[in-house]
Nanobody, 114 residues
Framework: VQLVVSGGGLVQAGGSLQLSCAAS????????VAWYRQAPGKQRELVAS???????DIADSVKGRFTISRDDRKNTLELQMNSLRPEDTAVYYC?????????WGQGTQVTVSS
């Protein structure tokens, strides 16, 4: 499974960004898809995840502001981020899990200026 992330960049506080993750390969083995992020000096953390088409987890810090969605026709995973805050600044990663394997896309930098 290959994951390619697009989107990200620099935005002012209160602004919006959308991340996209294009998946290819043996996707039938994938059960869970998710977005993670890692801020400087901090551990990587789960932002939101989907299993079998249902959102199963979303971080309290982004509830009501971020939306995770999956398009099975396009084999993409999206993360719509609204009302961005400086504390959302991090490298964001796409993640897929299945068949006891975990796959990661390349990270994309999201920087929110105050």
């Amino acid at each position: 499974v290959q994951l390619v992330v697009s989107g990200g960049g620099l935005v002012q506080a209160g602004g919006s960004l959308q991340l996209s993750c294009a998946a290819s390969g043996s996707l039938h083995s994938i059960d869970v898809v998710a977005w993670y992020r890692q801020a400087p000096g901090k551990q990587r953390e789960l932002v939101a995840s989907i299993m079998n088409g249902k959102i199963i987890d979303i971080a309290d810090s982004v509830k009501g502001r971020f939306t995770i969605s999956r398009d099975d026709r396009k084999n993409t995973l999206e993360l719509q981020m609204n009302s961005l805050r400086p504390e959302d600044t991090a490298v964001y990663y796409c993640n897929a899990q299945g068949g006891r394997l975990t796959y990661w896309g390349q990270g994309t930098q999201v920087t929110v200026s105050s």
